[in-house]
């Protein structure tokens, strides 16, 4: 199975624990190469208008500030899916029940695996956007 169809399959559990409300926080990581975006971060918000999400790109250079935007999880979705493999090889989702890690060999096969929480309790991010 080609690695975008188990990201697919990696998010949907990313829906269920929104759903279950026990999403912590998503985090990509380990890109090919010194670029300078560092990590991808994906923070849960629930307000009154509904579940979003704040994802916030981590530069490298301290120089260079966060960029941070409120979006639905659906393009949230959209900006992650399209840094994988290019440059991120690693996805892992927070939950308060488990950890489920993503990751894409030098040959391009996925993998989903899981294992204990790292996160007791769901932190809400604090949007400023």
């Not at 916030?56 to 301290?62: E, G, I, S, T």
């Not at 935007?69 to 840094?83: G, I, P």
């Amino acid at each position: 199975m080609p690695y975008q169809d188990m990201f697919v399959l990696f998010w949907k559990e990313l829906e269920k624990s929104v759903q279950e409300g026990n999403f912590a926080k998503l985090t990509m990581s380990k890109t090919i190469g010194k670029l300078e975006l560092k990590n991808i971060f994906v923070r849960p918000i629930y307000n009154d208008d509904g579940f979003k999400v704040l994802l916030k790109h981590r530069y490298r250079l301290r120089e260079t500030e966060d960029e941070e935007v409120e979006l639905t999880l659906e393009e949230a979705f959209n900006v992650v899916k399209s840094h994988l493999k290019n440059p991120f090889s690693v996805v892992i989702i927070f939950t308060t029940a488990k950890d489920i890690n993503f990751k894409i060999n030098k040959k391009g096969i996925a993998t989903i695996t899981e294992t204990p929480p790292t996160f007791r309790s769901v932190i809400q991010a604090k949007s400023d956007v």
